[in-house]
Structure formats: structure tokens, C-alpha cells
């Protein structure tokens, strides 16, 4: 026979015993509850209660063999149990109220689907899930589980075997509309698009899952969807996290890594936060804004990617605070575009190129930074860049502690550039920025060097310990340091334009 139990009270269990002819027999006792519900938990995510007493045993042995069937005899917010095997569903099975279902594992239990579209479809009311590997097999264009509506809690799942397809994103679980849903300790792999998907107005706590190796991102965020993602590891996916068109989700303590692409990336109009995240050994950059995104990034650490740790593109405005970019394949941290970014308190270091890189039209102000021991200039302004610097530090990088190129400008005020292998300030070409206040220490060269014919303005700098303090070139003919004090240079100035 079959158990069935269903929740009519807080603390009494409906025990249905369903005889082969399904002709229940009704028993009432008092035992301990169910599990709460989905929001019932306050603002912790809470595992399921796998130790409750099931409402359908589904599987060898039971009068109930199919999962279709067991949803369809079971009451409103009774738990249906899986036992350890394959339970295929023939059709697109949709769930419009309380469901509760647990398995014996993901490693033991699977749901497999092949219908088109989704194997899976929330539509109302609230599904629970635990223990269970929802798996997509067929040629049908499908995510495997969508949510269009009602309250979805997942735990100790995996989703897999996701196909895209023309108007299908091919999603291991999509969350859709105005879903509401949370996810703990799952795993999305080997899906055709996302990993976990969510978008339209829906709202999802995600919390220590995996997304690995999926077509997609491994977690993605669209339209005007937000929730917050916690503790995730995403590796081998096509990008790690997605954040894109108008969503505005957290992001705290994730970890992205050896994605083929980004690690995080931010487009369209999104903004949101992210927070104590770590991107390493991505094949792009590890963290990517771009379009007119602004989220907040802080505290985060991009680390040995392929390209740039964080690189600000487009028409871009975020906020970064308090990051770290060590050991990346290309700069530290890239603005490029016409980006504005406020870059504050961060710190770039043994990076490839550059510790900071500003070129095309990219602007914005970079206050506070630090660039130390990277392979080229610790703040480098390069095209038509011309961004404010304001009291940052470059010591001991492989060229100069501060540059500009071409027909960059913009202003330096108040750094410190110390101990650099080639300069203190370097300009070149065209370029005019404005240096007011700034102090080169113990660089091996030159402390300000000029040496292009753009209009450099200088007031109350400083030079000292340098081989030579101010260099000018013969081309350096609007470059005005008026007021430079020098001090212990091995040459206080040399100005070839007198020569």
C-alpha cells in the first residue's frame, strides 16, 4: 500500500493509506509538522525536512508508478517521495499548487523529461523540491524546470540537459515573471544555455550552488529581475554571472572560475552590488561592465584571468571600491569607451601591462588607488582618454608610475609615484594633462619627464631622489612646470628646448 500525508494543521498529519482499486481510507493523527513552508523561514534559507512521513511513495514496489500520477492524486501541499531510479514524465508535466516533492538524492532519485519547451512548468501555488536530479533527454528545444509563477524552493538538486533552441534559452531552471523562489546547495551542469536563469520581475535567493560547464552563463539575471546570490561557485561555463538589461541583483562572496569568458558580467542598464566575489583563471576578464551598466563593485578579487581583472567599457558608470586585481594576463583594471567609472581605493599589482589603463575617450575619476610591481606603468592614459587622478599611489612598477599617450589629458593631482623602474610622470606625444601637487620619489629615471608637444601645466609638484628631476625634450615647447621643487636628484632638470 501507499502512504499519503498531507498538513491540515500545525501539528496534525492526514495519513491516507491508497489501496490498489486508489480507494482511500482516511486516518487522522497528531505527529510532528511538515517543514514550513516557502517564507516561512524568515530571511535564512533553511534545508527541506527529508525525515517527515510521505504523502506518496512513487517507484518499484508502489500502486502509484509515475510521478504524473502521484501529482495528480495527491492533495494541496501533500509530500510526494521518490524512491532511488528513473521517473520519466511522457508529457510537459505543469504544477499550479502546493507540491512537495523528495527524493532519495540527486545521485539516487532523477526526474527525466523530454517534452519541448519544459520538462517541468511552476505555474501557481508552491513546489518544494529535495534530493532529485531533474534531467532534460530528448531532441526538443527545452530548459528543464521553468518557474512562470507561485513559489519555487529547490535544495540538494541538480538540473541537467537543458537544449536551446529557436525561442528557448535552454535553461537548467528558469525563473520567469513574477517567480519568487530559492535554491540551496543545487548544481546546474551540462545545460545548452544558463545554468540558472532568471528574469522578467522575478525575485530569487540563490545560496551555495554550482553551475558547471554549461553552454551559458552560469548564472544569469535579465529584465528587471533581482534576488540575492550567495556563496556560488561557477566554473567551466561560457561566462561565470550574467547581470544584464535593467536587473539590479546582489551578488556576495561568489566565486567564478576558468569560465571561457567573463567572469562577471554587467550590461544593458543593470546595477545591483557585488561584494567579496572572486573571479580567477577566466578566459576574458574577470570582471566586465559594460552598455550603461553601474552596479556597485566591492571588495572583490579578479585574479590570473586571461585578459584585464576589471574592465569598464561603453557609456559604463559603476562604482568600484576596495578591489583587488593581481596577476591577470593584460592590465589590472581597463576603462576603455566612453566609460565613467569612480575607481576608489583599490589596488592593482603584478599585473601583465598596466595596473590602471584609460583609453579611447574613457574618462571618470580614479581616487585613492594603488599600483604596485605591475610589468608596465602603474596609471596609464592613452588615445583621447582623460580621466581625473587624485592622491593614488604607483610604486615600484616595471615602467613609469603614471603615463600619458596620443591626445590623452585630464588632470593628476596630489599622487605619489615612487621607486618605478623608468619615471615618476611620463608624457608623450600630444598628450596635456594637468599635474598639480603630485611627488615622484626614487624612481630609477627621470622624476617628471616631457616629451611630446601637447600644453602640460604643472604646478607645485615635486621631484626628489630621482636620477634626474624634470626632463624636458626639444619638443616640449608648451610644457610648463612652474614651481617644481627638487630636491636629492642626481640632475635637478635637464631642458633641451634650450639647447
Not at 567564478?256 to 557585488?274: D, E, K, M, V
Amino acid at each position: 500500500m501507499i502512504v499519503l500525508v498531507a498538513s491540515i494543521a500545525a501539528n496534525v498529519i492526514l495519513v491516507l493509506v491508497v489501496t490498489a482499486d486508489d480507494d482511500p481510507v482516511e486516518q487522522a493523527e497528531a505527529t510532528a509538522p511538515l517543514a514550513p513552508a516557502a517564507g516561512e523561514q524568515g530571511s535564512e534559507a533553511t534545508a527541506l525536512d527529508e525525515t517527515e512521513a510521505a504523502a506518496v511513495v512513487v517507484g518499484a514496489g508502489g500502486e502509484l508508478a509515475s510521478l504524473a500520477e502521484a501529482v495528480d492524486a495527491a492533495r494541496s501541499g501533500e509530500v510526494i517521495q521518490l524512491e532511488p531510479g528513473e521517473h520519466r514524465l511522457d508529457d510537459q508535466l505543469v504544477i499550479d499548487r502546493d507540491v512537495r516533492l523528495v527524493g532519495a538524492g540527486r545521485d539516487s532519485t532523477s526526474i527525466v523529461a523530454s517534452a519541448a519547451g519544459a520538462g517541468i512548468v511552476v505555474a501557481a501555488g508552491t513546489l518544494e523540491a529535495t534530493g532529485v536530479t531533474f534531467d532534460h533527454d530528448g531532441p526538443s528545444a527545452a530548459d528543464v524546470v521553468t518557474v512562470e509563477g507561485g513559489v519555487a524552493t529547490f535544495e540538494s538538486v541538480r538540473f541537467t540537459g537543458a537544449t536551446a533552441g529557436e525561442g528557448v534559452t535552454g535553461a537548467g531552471v528558469s525563473f520567469r515573471a513574477d517567480a519568487v523562489g530559492l535554491v540551496i546547495d543545487s548544481v546546474a551542469e551540462a545545460n545548452d544555455g544558463p545554468g540558472f536563469l532568471v528574469a522578467g520581475r522575478a525575485s530569487i535567493q540563490l545560496v551555495d550552488n554550482r553551475a558547471v560547464e554549461n553552454g551559458g552563463a552560469g548564472f544569469s539575471f535579465r529584465d528587471r529581475a533581482d534576488g540575492v546570490v550567495s556563496g556560488n561557485t561557477a566554473i567551466e561555463n561560457l561566462s561565470g554571472f550574467d547581470v544584464i538589461d535593467s536587473a539590479t541583483p546582489t551578488l556576495e562572496s561568489n566565486t567564478a572560475r576558468a569560465n571561457r569568458q567573463t567572469g562577471y558580467l554587467f550590461a544593458g542598464s543593470s546595477s545591483g552590488l557585488a561584494a567579496d566575489n572572486l573571479a580567477e583563471q577566466n578566459g576574458l576578464a574577470g570582471f566586465a561592465v559594460q552598455s550603461e551598466a553601474a552596479p556597485d563593485l566591492t571588495d572583490n578579487r579578479s585574479a590570473g584571468n586571461l585578459e584585464s581583472g576589471f574592465v569598464f567599457a561603453e557609456r559604463s558608470t559603476p562604482l568600484a571600491t576596495g578591489n583587488a586585481a593581481t596577476g591577470n594576463d593584460a592590465s589590472g583594471f581597463k576603462v576603455q569607451g566612453d566609460a565613467r567609472p569612480t575607481l576608489r581605493d583599490n589596488a592593482s599589482s603584478d599585473n601583465a601591462q598596466f595596473g590602471y589603463v584609460f583609453i579611447e575617450q574613457a574618462g571618470g575619476q580614479a581616487e585613492a588607488n594603488h599600483a604596485e610591481t605591475n610589468m608596465l606603468s602603474g596609471f596609464a592614459v592613452i588615445g583621447e582618454a582623460r580621466p581625473d587622478l587624485v592622491e593614488n599611489t604607483a610604486v615600484a612598477n616595471g615602467e613609469s608610475g603614471f603615463a600619458w599617450f596620443d591626445a590623452s589629458a585630464g588632470s593628476a593631482a596630489g599622487n605619489l609615484a615612487e621607486g618605478n623602474r623608468f619615471h615618476g610622470f611620463d608624457v608623450v606625444d600630444e598628450a596635456a594633462p594637468a599635474l598639480t601637487g603630485n611627488q615622484a620619489v626614487d624612481n630609477f629615471e627621470f622624476g617628471f619627464r616631457v616629451v611630446g608637444t601637447g600644453e602640460v601645466i604643472g604646478r607645485g609638484n615635486a621631484a626628489t631622489g630621482n636620477s634626474i628631476g624634470v626632463y624636458f625634450s626639444a619638443q616640449a615647447m608648451l610644457a610648463d612646470l612652474l614651481g617644481t621643487q627638487l630636491d636629492g636628484n642626481g640632475t635637478a632638470v635637464v631642458d633641451e628646448r634650450s639647447v
